[in-house]
């Protein structure tokens, strides 16, 4: 592995390195919630291992999570799952098998900082229910804000869900056993806000980000958001990859604008900064799949 990824942990699966970038799969200092909070919260698991990843419910057949999540499953692996009333993984119902996984062409299991996004075909359509719907993802046609520009000026509130550990992480995680919700607010995207190097400054002084590292996802030309827990020592952690982090605006339904992807902090990963792949920056690539939304 790179050594600039010691410091990056994917949500998905804990880098027991000593870890800046992670990937998250828990919601650390959250709060206890349900499928009718939010009915598009999806859990992915495997045949072999339970819970992997989180997910979301974008169509009938479509969900959307995070390409680090599923790049070494194939369909026959995946189990999906959903629609607890309590908010327990234990009472999470089956949904229909997986038909196809789709990641995106640009995405690099060795690059954190690639194009860390994926679809999930379903083989039926899902029975929709007050416990499970889908949820619109942002688009440059349901609203009128270029996330790359303006994330940190939105109006409204954030939040980030899932199963992943409520705790630190140590070489084996837990996983939550109650769904978790987590308001967050924004930082910075790192399409626009990497070439600013006051912005640059502050990753580092906040954020135990090194330069290397933040070099190295300026190069790849990454579009991630990046994001803070609203109170102090909160944030995702491992089991939270590939989880919505949905924003909510006064008068406006819910809009999914990103995907849990990685972690930063050294050993206060999971408490600091925590990367969603924007979802605005992949809506030409994720057109092909509409015609499932219905």
């Not at 010691?6 to 650390?28: E, R």
């Not at 999540?69 to 799952?81: E, T, Y």
Request: aromatic share 8%; proline share 4%.
């Amino acid at each position: 592995m790179d050594r600039f990824f010691k410091s990056l942990i994917l949500l998905s699966f804990l880098i027991v390195a000593p870890p800046t970038f992670a990937q998250n799969d828990k919601v650390i200092g959250g709060r206890d919630t349900t499928s009718l909070a939010h009915p598009w919260q999806i859990a992915l698991h495997t045949r072999y291992s339970g819970h992997l990843c989180g997910a979301s419910l974008i169509s009938k057949r479509v969900i959307l999570t995070a390409a680090h999540c599923v790049d070494v499953f194939g369909a026959s692996d995946l189990r999906i799952k959903a629609a607890s009333p309590s908010g327990e993984q234990r009472r999470l119902k089956n949904l229909p098998r997986v038909k196809e996984v789709i990641i995106h062409p640009g995405f690099d299991p060795n690059n954190l900082a690639s194009d860390d996004i994926a679809v999930i075909i379903l083989r039926s359509d899902v029975s929709f229910s007050n416990y499970l719907k889908p949820i619109k993802f942002i688009t440059e046609q349901n609203t009128d804000v270029l996330l790359e520009n303006h994330f940190r000026d939105l109006p409204g509130i954030m939040m980030s869900t899932g199963w992943g550990s409520r705790e630190t992480p140590g070489r084996f995680p837990v996983h939550s056993n109650i769904l978790q919700e987590v308001n967050v607010r924004a930082v910075g995207v790192t399409k626009t806000d990497l070439h600013d190097d006051l912005f640059r400054d502050m990753l580092t002084a906040n954020y135990n980000m090194n330069n290397d590292i933040i070099d190295f996802i300026q190069i790849n030309d990454s579009n991630v958001l990046l994001t803070k827990g609203e109170v102090a020592e909160t944030g995702n952690c491992v089991g939270d990859s590939g989880g919505p982090l949905v924003y909510y605006e006064e008068g406006k339904e819910p809009l999914l604008i990103g995907i849990t992807s990685y972690a930063v902090g050294g050993k206060e990963v999971c408490k600091g900064l925590v990367g969603f792949t924007n979802i605005q920056g992949y809506q030409e690539w994720l057109s092909q799949y509409l015609s499932l939304s219905l």
